[in-house]
């Protein structure tokens, strides 16, 4: 009998040096098909290429890791996705798992646990970091709701909110979403009025606290 | 069965999701994803073929007039698979002949689109229960009652 190929993996960090290292790590046992930088790429990519595994960080440019990852789960749900990340947080973990992820490794875990992880994972196992207290994830998992309160603005809103705290115009996000810029100015405002905020410096403040882009 | 390893959601409610119209299915995801599991949101009738036998749902929400395929062929040939899931059709014909079609072929639940709010989170609770749900049906007794 022919061995079964090896896995097909996308790599997305905005570290391209963590992500090239990651990528000579594995490449003698799995396929890196791409390597990405951000979490807009990293949905293009994923759709385009259906990989059986990504390999994502959370906190990404444009997109971050959590979003994108949700996005992608359900449209290949086959995909399976192992969060690669410096946020050891049990909430942070347990958002991943609600989300559908099926592995969480950090990044200052041994390259060997990294492995462990993939190879579990592709075998359809779940893995989390021993650095993480596992029953903690489990209990937050099973109460049922989100850690933050993030769920009360919609999915759309969360994209539009990440890329105007990064900076761009209304007119840019509409672009990069390929919106109607005043569709992107209704999103903005509706949001503004879900959470209760006034002005766009509250609006950033909050992108910062839901750890969105770094502060 | 998934095997998790202990770290899964165990007492969710599995929803597979499906219409072309891709606003329709992001308001969807939105609403059900805090209180069930939503395994995938899909927008044609040959991934819902191909991922529903491996995604284990209760429930798969279906519109009738997906892009490539019909939603009763996709539920005829789910049966057929042998897909134990249970449907809900997702529609804009609020017309009776095409509700009485949809529970003819074993559907367990009709809700109009023009009533997404006020029905489908109680459709999908009723049919988890075990029960039956059509809009038809609530429409018309709110329509007496009124």
């Given at each position: 009998?022919?061995r079964?190929?090896?896995?097909?993996?996308?790599?997305?960090?905005?570290?391209?040096?963590?992500?090239?290292?990651c990528?000579?790590?594995?490449?003698?046992e799995?396929?890196?098909?791409a390597?990405v930088?951000?979490?807009?790429?990293?949905?293009?990519?994923a759709?385009a290429?259906?990989?059986?595994?990504?390999?994502?960080?959370?906190?990404?440019?444009?997109?971050?890791?959590l979003?994108?990852?949700?996005?992608?789960?359900?449209?290949l749900?086959?995909?399976?996705?192992?969060?690669?990340?410096?946020?050891s947080a049990?909430?942070i973990?347990?958002?991943?798992?609600?989300?559908g992820a099926?592995?969480?490794?950090?990044k200052?875990?041994?390259?060997e646990?990294?492995?462990t992880?993939?190879?579990?994972?592709?075998?359809?196992?779940?893995?989390?970091s021993?650095?993480?207290?596992?029953e903690?994830?489990?209990?937050?998992?099973?109460?049922?709701?989100?850690?933050?309160?993030?769920?009360?603005?919609?999915k759309?809103?969360?994209?539009?909110?990440?890329?105007?705290?990064?900076g761009?115009?209304?007119?840019?996000?509409?672009?990069?979403?390929?919106?109607?810029?005043?569709t992107?100015?209704?999103?903005?405002?509706?949001m503004?009025?879900?959470?209760?905020?006034?002005?766009?410096?509250?609006?950033?403040e909050?992108?910062?606290?839901?750890?969105?882009?770094?502060? | 069965?998934?095997?998790?390893?202990?770290?899964?959601?165990?007492?969710?409610?599995?929803?597979?999701?499906?219409d072309?119209?891709l606003?329709i299915?992001?308001t969807?995801?939105d609403?059900?994803q805090?209180?069930?599991?939503?395994v995938?949101?899909?927008?044609?009738?040959?991934?819902?073929?191909?991922q529903?036998p491996?995604?284990?749902?209760?429930?798969?929400?279906?519109?009738?007039?997906?892009g490539?395929?019909?939603?009763?062929?996709?539920?005829?040939?789910?049966?057929?698979a042998?897909?134990?899931?249970k449907?809900?059709f997702?529609?804009?014909?609020?017309?009776?002949?095409?509700?009485?079609?949809?529970?003819?072929?074993g559907?367990?639940?009709y809700?109009?689109k023009s009533?997404?709010?006020?029905?489908?989170?109680?459709a999908?609770?009723?049919?988890c229960a075990?029960?039956?749900?059509?809009?038809?049906?609530?429409?018309?007794?709110?329509?007496?009652s009124?």
């Amino acid at each position: 009998m022919n061995r079964k190929p090896a896995a097909r993996l996308i790599i997305a960090d905005d570290h391209r040096l963590l992500a090239d290292a990651c990528k000579n790590l594995l490449e003698p046992e799995f396929e890196v098909i791409a390597v990405v930088t951000d979490g807009r790429s990293l949905l293009k990519t994923a759709l385009a290429l259906k990989p059986d595994l990504i390999i994502l960080d959370i906190a990404m440019p444009r997109l971050n890791g959590l979003d994108a990852g949700e996005q992608i789960r359900l449209k290949l749900p086959a995909t399976k996705l192992l969060f690669l990340t410096m946020n050891s947080a049990a909430e942070i973990a347990a958002e991943a798992f609600r989300r559908g992820a099926s592995g969480y490794v950090l990044k200052h875990s041994a390259a060997e646990d990294l492995l462990t992880a993939i190879r579990k994972v592709v075998h359809g196992e779940s893995y989390l970091s021993p650095l993480i207290a596992r029953e903690t994830v489990t209990f937050l998992l099973n109460q049922g709701k989100a850690h933050t309160d993030e769920r009360r603005i919609t999915k759309r809103q969360t994209e539009i909110l990440q890329l105007l705290a990064e900076g761009m115009s209304m007119k840019e996000v509409a672009g990069v979403l390929e919106l109607k810029p005043g569709t992107v100015a209704f999103h903005k405002y509706r949001m503004m009025e879900t959470l209760g905020v006034r002005t766009n410096a509250e609006l950033l403040e909050y992108a910062i606290k839901r750890q969105m882009i770094s502060a | 069965m998934r095997v998790q390893a202990g770290i899964d959601l165990v007492h969710s409610i599995r929803l597979l999701l499906a219409d072309d119209n891709l606003e329709i299915l992001e308001t969807l995801v939105d609403m059900l994803q805090p209180a069930y599991v939503v395994v995938a949101a899909l927008s044609d009738g040959a991934s819902v073929l191909e991922q529903a036998p491996g995604l284990n749902p209760d429930l798969i929400i279906l519109d009738i007039s997906l892009g490539d395929m019909a939603g009763f062929e996709v539920a005829r040939q789910l049966k057929k698979a042998g897909v134990p899931a249970k449907v809900i059709f997702l529609t804009v014909h609020e017309n009776i002949d095409f509700v009485r079609a949809a529970f003819d072929l074993g559907a367990v639940g009709y809700v109009f689109k023009s009533r997404i709010s006020p029905d489908l989170i109680d459709a999908i609770n009723t049919i988890c229960a075990g029960g039956r749900f059509s809009s038809a049906d609530v429409a018309a007794s709110s329509n007496s009652s009124a």
